[in-house]
């Protein structure tokens, strides 16, 4: 708890100063005012974020944390759950859609064991495992707070070691299945959304398979009885630890003034426990898509972001976060490259 407690206190604030110069940067280049939409908002915000009017994103990275639920036992998902950890050797060998992603992106890949049932040895993959898996819902908590906490400061640290190894932009990418059920949980508790408007079919469920979801999720609150204005009540007792990873993640991020680019669903339902334990942390954030999971936009609106693009995505891993990542590049090389109407000789 001790470092949850001092990353939180160590979140600042935007650089207003940063922000005031790039908006007169932008106003200045050589088309109308806020002509670029949402690359201009990221310019601003980065400049915010950093401090710095044309700050290097060149070394980036996707930490994917992995984890199982033991409310796959409910059928919530369309897939068993060994293949958690044959998508996790997937991802290893550089064959998952998220890897072709970053390979085109040049961002980096940090895969993350927080809470697998596999016990997998690889030397690239980075074992800080708090247990084999959650508990299923349905029967009690999914985990302690303790193990919740824990796993949150897994996360915060992956954040400091990025931060030792010159990362200068972060993303968040999960493997877990059943995940979109801790998810909607989540999203239900913490954005007081009526169950059955936040549940999506995840993998891909049937409508016998939507049907138990939402019943097991349903079960799962009414049993647990997790406090909507507690988010490390409502992690431990019906989230999971992949998910409790990118939230210490995404606050290590914050404590640290590193940009950090959400993905879909579950890494936004991360982002919302992180924003209820620090609010602070949101400036932080990019939203990089919009899911077709019903609850993401609601997620996204509970937090404050908007997102960059849609693409009808449902995947995860990280893939809308580093399919973003180009066009926050573009906002990049946008504010830094563009000729200003003085520099262009254009006068009015």
Not at 247 to 267: E, K, N, Q, V, W
Request: aromatic share 2%; with cysteine.
């Amino acid at each position: 708890m001790k470092l949850l407690n001092e990353t939180i206190n160590a979140i600042g604030t935007l650089d207003q100063e940063a922000m005031e110069q790039a908006q007169t940067r932008l106003d200045q280049l050589t088309k109308p005012p806020g002509s670029l939409g949402k690359l201009e908002a990221i310019a601003i915000k980065l400049a915010g974020i950093t401090g710095e009017l044309y700050p290097d994103i060149s070394h980036r990275q996707l930490v994917l944390f992995a984890g199982d639920h033991g409310v796959v036992a409910e059928g919530v998902s369309a897939f068993p759950q060994e293949v958690t950890e044959a998508m996790v050797l997937n991802f290893l060998n550089g064959g998952a859609a998220v890897n072709v992603f970053a390979r085109q992106g040049d961002v980096q890949i940090k895969l993350v064991d927080v809470g697998m049932i596999a016990d997998l040895t690889h030397p690239e993959l980075q074992k800080c495992k708090v247990k084999a898996g959650t508990n299923n819902f349905c029967v009690g908590p999914a985990m302690t707070k303790e193990e919740a906490i824990e796993a949150i400061e897994v996360g915060i640290s992956v954040a400091k070691e990025a931060k030792a190894q010159g990362v200068q932009v972060l993303a968040t990418g999960e493997m877990g299945i059943g995940n979109t059920t801790p998810s909607s949980a989540l999203a239900s508790v913490l954005a007081q959304i009526p169950v059955e408007q936040v549940v999506g079919r995840g993998t891909g469920v049937d409508e016998a398979g939507l049907k138990r979801k939402i019943s097991a999720i349903s079960r799962g609150i009414e049993l647990n009885r997790p406090d909507p204005m507690d988010p490390l009540d409502a992690l431990a007792k019906v989230g999971g630890l992949e998910i409790a990873g990118l939230a210490g993640l995404i606050l290590g991020a914050a404590s640290l003034r590193i940009p950090i680019i959400i993905d879909g669903f579950i890494s936004s339902a991360a982002a919302l426990v992180a924003a209820k334990i620090a609010p602070a942390s949101k400036d932080f954030m990019l939203a990089s898509h919009a899911s077709v999971e019903p609850g993401h936009n609601q997620v996204l609106g509970e937090i404050g972001l908007e997102p960059i693009i849609y693409l009808d995505m449902r995947l995860g891993e990280g893939t809308g976060a580093v399919l973003a990542m180009h066009l926050v590049d573009a906002a990049v090389l946008m504010i830094k490259e563009m000729a200003t109407f003085a520099e262009a000789g254009i006068t009015s």
